[in-house]
């Protein structure tokens, strides 16, 4: 019997709306909207050499490439099941287009951070 | 198809708009729309290692896009967003975990979305220190 692999997507989907329930939220606070507006952060914040040396640092590096992974993996999966309930069909078309987003999207950002460096 | 498949036409009911007819649907339907906030933020967040990945130049120019107000006020919207998915993510959370059995009793849906808000604003509060400490 083939294996499904559902249970993949499935945990993939559900680590990426852990996460961004329990740090979504303060995510877009910090990097929107308290460093941009200068408020309640430093707007310095968002520097390039800030910024840069974040991005650098590998523990800065492994937080940005799995909060945009799993937020991406998280979100097309719920896109992908919620179709059928506004009358679009999900078939493999649009599976593909869903989970393929969400794999461009990570290879883009691990592209992004290795470039970096 | 039946050879007088044009002539038989049997009324099918449409399901244009099904969900709004009921507040339990219409729920439904906005807490698995919060997944377009979180999928745009994370564009936003790969747009933005992508323009650093490019150069100063290219940080410089998105940062004035970021600071602008009306970016500011997209990501007021995306905060909203994202706090309704933290509020029904725990909220749906006993119906997704098995059951939970402690000291020979089952573990209450109202303490593990108690417990689950508890843990998102404690983990909250560490980034923002976290973040607040980066920055001075």
Sequence with gaps: MKRS?????????????????????VLVFITGIAAPSGTFLPREMLSYSNVLAFS???????????IIALF????VHRIFHTLHDIGIH?????????????????????????RIG | MSARGPARRPF?????GWWRK?????EYMVHEGTALFVAAYALILLISITCLARGEAAWNQWLAVLTNPLCIFVHVLLLVGFLYHTWTWFNIMPRTLPPIIMN?????AATITRTGLAAALIASLIIFIIAASLAS
């Design chain 1, 5 to 25: 692999n559902a249970p993949i997507f499935w945990a993939l989907f559900g680590a990426g709306g852990m996460l961004s329930a329990l740090i979504g939220a």
């Design chain 2, 12 to 16: 099918v009911r449409s399901m244009e």
């Design chain 1, 90 to 114: 999900a078939g493999t078309g649009a599976k593909l287009i869903c989970y393929g987003s969400a794999l461009t999207g990570t290879l883009a950002a691990a592209y992004a951070l290795l």
């Design chain 2, 104 to 108: 020979g009793a089952r573990v209450t």
């Design chain 1, 56 to 66: 650098q640092h590998w523990a800065g590096k492994g937080f940005l490439f799995i």
């Design chain 1, 72 to 75: 991406l993996w998280h979100s």
């Design chain 2, 22 to 26: 009921n507040p339990y649907f219409i």
